[in-house]
């Protein structure tokens, strides 16, 4: 009786047990606090935001799993005592939630900025820190691919506008990513 309980807990761990892959992560950070400015392209202005990438430890659907995690808290370690941000990422101070799913052979993101709110201490405007989201999840989902065998389409739209926010829907993209 022993054994079989022990061969039955074996396969109930085998069950639950999944892969871990440590992949690069990249994800849309407020710069606030700090004398940090993000990269600009020509005629942009300088923001106190940036695309940054970190390591990150996914498991579960890919890259499904992976893209939501670009919306997960970020803290940004520091050694000086009087930067203490609990959460530097701008989906999360925004309000704005991301929504993944895999529709067929293509990869659907949508943000839902149904909620979106700038914070005052945060000096971008609702555009720009759309497209850095945009950006995040575009750099992400290049990066998991670039040594797939096969390639990913994938679909970005912005849910939720309402007429103030209308405008950010032309923000929607579509790009294939890997091979």
């Known amino acids: 009786m022993l054994k079989v309980l ?16 440590v992949v690069r992560l990249y994800q ?8 940090g400015v993000g990269e600009v392209e020509d005629g942009e202005d300088l923001l106190q935001a940036a695309v ?32 203490d941000l609990e959460d530097a990422n701008l989906l999360n101070l925004c309000h704005v ?5 895999m529709k067929g ?11 979106l709110e700038i914070p005052e201490r945060v000096d971008l405007t609702s555009r720009q820190m759309m497209k850095l989201a945009i950006q995040a999840v575009r750099q992400t989902v290049r990066e998991f691919m670039k040594n797939a ?14 007429e103030e926010l ?7 993209t579509r790009f294939r990513a890997g091979d």
């Open 52 to 83: 940054l990438s970190r390591p990150f430890a996914v498991s579960g659907a890919l890259p499904e799993d992976l893209v939501k995690a670009v919306a997960y808290p970020h803290r940004i370690p520091s050694n000086n005592p009087n930067y």
């Open 28 to 35: 849309p950070l407020s710069l606030h606090g700090t004398d």
């Open 166 to 172: 209308a405008s950010l829907k032309d923000l929607a």
């Open 97 to 101: 939630r991301i929504e993944v799913e």
């Open 149 to 162: 065998d096969e390639s990913l389409d994938v679909s970005i739209g912005i849910v939720g506008t309402g």
């Open 105 to 115: 052979e293509t990869l659907r993101v949508r943000f839902d900025v149904s909620k």
């Open 6 to 21: 022990v061969i039955a807990l074996a396969f109930q761990g085998m069950a639950v047990a999944s892969t871990i892959e």
